[in-house]
Nanobody
Framework: QVQLVESGGGSAQAGGSLTLSCTTS?????MAWFRQAPGKGREGIAS???????GYADSVNGRFTISKDNARYSLYLEMNNLKPEDSAMYYC???????????????????WGQGIQVTVSS
């Protein structure tokens, strides 16, 4: 079993920035960030692997940056130029096995954090 703990959420004004962090209880090669707004399904937004490869959903590409610190068992999400539609519960996820490539498919991830709220006001 793997424990994931997110931190860094909160409130921001539109156009502002926030950075999320996620720490795992052991080394994980493939990780991702997801988010879920009220009344909507969970959306994969960014993924990273142990080699430095990254992938993004169109909705955040160019505004969000994912990074992974293998030595610290940590994953980060730097969010810039935030929009009100970015308001959601954000989840860190870890894969139980090697995926071969970065992925933002929910089914590829076995372990999930408890979620952290991000609220962006206009």
């Amino acid at each position: 079993q793997v424990q994931l703990v997110e931190s860094g959420g909160g409130s921001a004004q539109a156009g502002g920035s926030l950075t999320l962090s996620c720490t795992t209880s052991r080394y994980i090669s493939y990780m991702a960030w997801f988010r879920q707004a009220p009344g909507k399904g969970r959306e994969g937004i960014a993924s990273a692997d142990h080699l430095g490869n990254t992938g993004y959903a169109d909705s955040v590409n160019g505004r969000f940056t994912i990074s992974k610190d293998n030595a610290r068992y940590s994953l980060y999400l730097e969010m810039n130029n935030l929009k009100p539609e970015d308001s959601a519960m954000y989840y860190c996820a870890a894969a139980a096995r090697g995926l071969g490539a970065v992925s933002i498919r929910q089914g590829d991830y076995a372990y999930w954090g408890q979620g952290i709220q991000v609220t962006v006001s206009s």
